[in-house]
């Protein structure tokens, strides 16, 4: 570019600040949205995968009770192992035993401790022995008594605890208060990717696993000098193999604790991954709302600068010129909105790091990131969002003909429609890919939470494109609507709504590029509250028809899937006998693995036809106990379930057609406490979801399958809320829910997903917003030279300003209508793609008023401002060149 135009350029600053600050600040939003989004992605993998805090970073070879899932190195193994038949092997320097209990920590006011990232708090044993002990100190003592716990750092920082406080454990069958004597790290960190942990005496570990005296879970060991991990675990398998496997307690593997570690990152990668892809998604939702709004103030900051830029024509540049004009001006912007936005993204990361832990997803422990991708990438995506929404206006500014120059006035070219009509189409096209990838999916997939989220996740794409070619085609749209709210405003208001009419048709790109991004907040805000509202309908229209009992004692505190957290079995027996209960009935869950039949012979494949990777995958289900005696008095399940006795297992219709299981077939499930034999017994149905998903079994079973099973609820039969609210107020962290209350806190776990999107939408919302108010602001300024004419010729500040009002309503009526039958449009999509009956298209009659009068409401507060000044011409002003 030549000297003069780079003056040209600097003058430009000078002289237009304002309006370059505002869309300055639109890229600034945009950017700071990509890097907060990043930074939350970065930090969750972090925290989720930082398994280099192993606790087995000292051991050499692991003897682990019964079987364990190769598919989950946290998964505590089934069976159990006696220590003394292993500490006195002579290629053995050192051995302890090992158990985990999952725990919920209570801080002294009763508030629940949520675990780091999407892991557990596990009750461990303290380990007494040098060579093996994982664990650093970092303040106070070890615990030596049975009611003393050391916690590690993150338990520490989030439940603001120090060295003698006092905490709450809910275990699996009592409640117990602890005294905190010591604080520790692991590897420096503060927590592990399995979470957090309380750590206890040996024996009070082992009794609240349920294990017989000298028994673990599994054993830790110390190789003898000279001898190699890999040599004791092969020597340890050959005993085991031939005559030590009784003594030790049945079967039992043997791993090098090396192996485990290289599994434990392995998972906590892919766990980490997918964390960031969630995030990644909806960060794609910011980049599509930043370059929508940057792109509408770029062409309006063009089309406010047509008389300037013709005039350049006119002096001689030339249209490339002209556009790398343009083009720098947007480099200097993107550069200096990626430097400031890079810079709020930590604050923005922070917001939603704690809307995140509100819903049991901390990654609060883990540190900011300041590595290049954190930086360079976030700064890299404003600089290429401004010069992608500068690219259009680019090409418009260099087609601007030098007799624009002498114009009186800037009116709008009439444009070819062609081009429009030919890219809306190709954009069409585009979305109608991603909806039809959605019906494969739907075909390929078995119905379930994965099918659901890929179907939305290929909706969502479809939707952007589809917003962006309505937003093409928009400016067809303002001629018919806009001669019609002119029509409205001449009948209000005579002359001054002929005048509306004119100025609204007159200049179509002007009013469709608020309306655009009117229609992108509207369709994101429709869209969210109406799929919310679907599914909060149908859990709460299922959780009536199955909850029969008035009330559920449930805890306070939430897992890290967002549910309830499990509650001490004892506090059934403090609601049994108080006053108007008829029946208090312990609601039980635990996930089991199906052994056999094997997926081939549960009918999953066609004869003759090798089983796929898929069909080759374990299958695991929910199963949840309650009491026969009880079931019908507090749950209303389709099918109405049998009686069942012990050893006796139903199943959900679902289930059953799915694996081609019929009645009174065996099934071997491999649970807590090893393989189980069950007979199936019947089917039923739960249409909620929420209380016996997949299976059910009695009490005693459940105890077959895990000892320590996760108590979900106490569901009660009669009495009042207030009769049961005593009868445990000497239980922490537990409260009374009704009906209602408790399907809606029970549901949390199945709707994180879509309450995770809310704080990602409300801000491209008000990103979206913020270019709308900033296209109105340029358009008015943009006609200052009009309004001082109009004052010139009698016009009042009065008329003018309804003028600027009677566009703005052209604007609420074309966004709002777009911006509904987008969200209608979509949610009747993820009906159809996804057949859930959650996401039903049949939204409440006062939802639209109530969205058409916020962007109303919304368009006019941003106009006020712009009008009055429009207002406030001087008369003078209209005689002034630009």
Request: net charge positive; hydrophobic share 50%.
């Amino acid at each position: 570019m030549g000297n003069p135009l780079w003056l040209i350029a600097r003058r430009t600053f000078a002289e237009g600040w304002l309006r370059l600050t505002a869309t300055l600040l639109a890229a600034l939003g945009s950017v700071a949205l990509i890097a907060g989004s990043l930074q939350f992605a970065l930090r969750a993998q972090e925290a989720v995968a930082g398994s280099d805090a192993s606790e087995y970073v000292r051991a050499d070879v692991l003897v682990q009770g019964g079987t364990v899932d190769p598919d989950d190195p946290y998964a505590p193994p089934d069976g159990w192992v006696r220590l003394d038949r292993l500490t006195s092997r002579p290629d053995v320097a050192a051995a302890v035993g090992d158990a985990t209990v999952t725990v919920t920590a209570m801080r002294p006011d009763g508030q629940a401790i949520t675990a780091a990232a999407e892991g557990r708090t596990l009750l461990r044993p303290w380990v007494p022995d040098p060579r093996l002990n994982p664990y650093l100190l970092e303040a106070g003592r070890a615990p030596a008594a049975d009611d003393e716990v050391a916690v590690v750092r993150h338990v520490s920082r989030a439940g603001e605890l120090r060295v003698g406080d006092t905490m709450t454990l809910t275990l699996p069958h009592q409640t117990r208060q602890v005294r905190i004597t010591g604080i520790v790290s692991v590897h420096g960190r503060g927590a592990m990717a399995a979470g957090d942990l309380v750590l206890a005496p040996p024996e009070t570990v082992r009794r609240a696993a349920m294990l017989p005296e000298g028994r673990w879970q599994s054993v830790w060991l110390k190789a003898a000098p000279g001898v190699s991990a890999d040599r004791l675990r092969d020597a340890l398998a050959r005993d085991l193999a031939r005559d030590m496997a009784r003594d030790l307690g049945g079967t039992a593997a043997v791993r090098t604790a090396a192996s485990v570690r290289q599994a434990q990152a392995a998972a906590a990668a892919g766990e980490g991954a997918s964390v960031a892809g969630v995030v990644g998604m909806l960060a794609s939702v910011a980049i599509f709302v930043g370059l929508f709004v940057v792109a509408n103030t770029f062409g309006t900051l063009v089309r406010q600068r047509t008389r300037r830029l013709a005039l350049l024509g006119a002096i001689g540049a030339t249209p490339r010129q002209v556009g790398r004009l343009i083009r720098l001006e947007a480099l200097l912007l993107g550069g200096i909105a990626s430097a400031g936005g890079v810079a709020a993204g930590f604050p923005v990361s922070e917001l939603i790091i704690r809307l995140f832990a509100r819903d049991g997803f901390d990654v609060s422990a883990s540190d900011a990131q300041y590595g290049w991708v954190a930086l360079a990438l976030p700064a890299a995506a404003g600089i290429v969002v401004t010069q992608a929404a500068a690219w259009r206006a680019a090409h418009r500014a260099a087609d601007v003909s030098p007799v624009q120059a002498l114009r009186s006035s800037v009116a709008e070219p009439r444009e070819r429609r062609w081009p429009r009509l030919l890219s809306a189409s190709v954009i069409f096209a585009g979305a109608c890919f991603w909806y039809m990838v959605a019906v494969v999916v739907r075909a390929d997939e078995p119905p379930g939470p994965d099918r659901t989220f890929s179907v939305a996740l290929m909706n969502l794409f479809g939707t952007l494109l589809t917003v962006t070619g309505l937003a093409v085609l928009t400016p067809f749209f303002v001629g018919p609507l806009g001669g019609l709210v002119g029509r409205v405003g001449t009948l209000v208001s005579g002359e001054t709504g002929r005048l509306a009419r004119a100025t609204i048709t007159r200049s179509p790109r002007r009013v469709s590029s608020a309306a655009s991004s009117l229609m992108l907040g509207v369709a994101l805000l429709a869209s969210v509250v109406l799929v919310t509202m679907s599914v909060q309908d149908r859990f709460r229209e299922a959780g009536r028809q199955v909850m029969a009992a008035e009330h559920a004692i449930a805890s306070t505190a939430r897992t890290a899937e967002g549910a309830p957290a499990p509650l001490a079995r004892d506090v059934a027996a403090k609601v049994t006998g108080a006053h108007g209960v008829s029946r208090a009935v312990v609601l039980t869950r635990t996930e089991v693995t199906l052994v056999s039949p094997e997926p081939d012979a549960a009918g999953l494949e066609e004869p003759g036809i090798a089983g796929s990777e898929e069909a080759a995958e374990p299958f695991r289900f929910l199963v949840s106990g309650v009491e026969p005696a009880g079931l019908r008095d507090v749950l209303r399940l389709g099918g109405r379930p049998p009686a069942l006795r012990t050893g006796q297992i139903a199943l959900s219709s679902a289930v059953m057609k799915e694996r081609g299981l019929r009645r009174g077939q065996d099934l071997v499930v491999r649970g807590a406490r090893g393989r189980v034999t069950l007979t199936v017994a019947g089917a039923y149905h739960d249409p909620s979801h929420l209380f016996a998903d997949q299976a059910l079994v009695a009490p005693a079973t459940m105890d077959l399958l895990d000892a320590n099973a996760a108590t979900v609820a106490v569901l009660v039969r009669g009495g009042s809320a207030e009769t049961l609210a005593r009868a445990v107020a000497g239980v922490p962290g537990v409260r009374v829910l009704g009906r209602d209350a408790y399907v809606e806190a029970a549901s949390q776990s199945l709707t994180r997903a879509l309450r995770a999107t809310h704080s990602f939408v409300g801000m491209a919302l008000l990103l979206a917003l913020f270019g709308m108010a900033t296209t109105v602001s340029m358009s008015v300024a943009e006609r200052r030279r009009e309004f001082g004419l109009l004052r010139a010729v009698g016009a009042t500040m009065r008329q003018i300003r309804s003028i600027v009002r009677w566009e703005a309503a052209a604007v609420v009526a074309l966004g709002t209508i777009l911006g509904l039958v987008i969200a209608m449009g979509t949610l009747e999509l993820l009906h159809l793609t996804s057949g859930s009956s959650y996401l039903r298209p049949a939204p409440q009659w006062w939802l639209f008023p109530l969205v058409a009068a916020g962007a109303a409401v919304a368009t006019l507060a941003t106009s006020t401002l712009p009008a009055r000044r429009a207002a406030s011409v001087p008369v003078l002003e209209a005689a002034r060149a630009q």
